[in-house]
């Protein structure tokens, strides 16, 4: 994992198997599933193959994928910081992971006290910075 304050951060598995889905579909994205179709995932696409928009917050990096999540999901979730894990299993049937027999996996711990405050003084928008 890396820096305390980043607001999304990957385990090593997760690491991996980002390397792994690079080096088959090229540059990735994540977008964390709010619902819907594939539940509450973080899923992984191809760069640029879904569309962000102004309601959509970046959260930061996962080795060079940006990560993204819907504004009103972000009101739930601001609190925490998102550690993205791969477990075994199916993944969503939209993210790059189905097939592999492996899927990724958000766990999250509560900011300290301190760390929201500072966390609170960065603006948030919808795009990469």
Not at 33 to 45: F, K
Not at 60 to 88: C, K, S
Not at 89 to 106: I, P, Q, Y
């Amino acid at each position: 994992m890396t820096h305390a304050l980043d607001r999304v951060v990957a385990t090593p598995a997760a690491l991996q198997m980002i390397a792994e889905l690079r080096r088959r579909h090229g540059p990735l994205m994540f977008f964390q599933s709010g619902g819907c179709c594939d539940g509450s995932a973080p899923m992984c696409y191809p760069a640029g193959e879904f569309d962000v928009s102004a309601t959509d917050v970046y959260l930061g990096n996962l080795d060079g994928a940006p990560f993204y999540m819907g504004l009103e999901q972000f009101a739930y979730w601001e609190h925490t910081q998102l550690i993205i894990d791969v477990v075994a299993g199916n993944g969503g049937m939209f993210s790059l992971d189905n097939g592999t027999g492996r899927r990724f996996l958000t766990r999250s711990r509560l900011f300290t006290d301190e760390e929201f405050r500072v966390l609170s003084t960065q603006p948030v928008n919808g795009r990469e910075p």
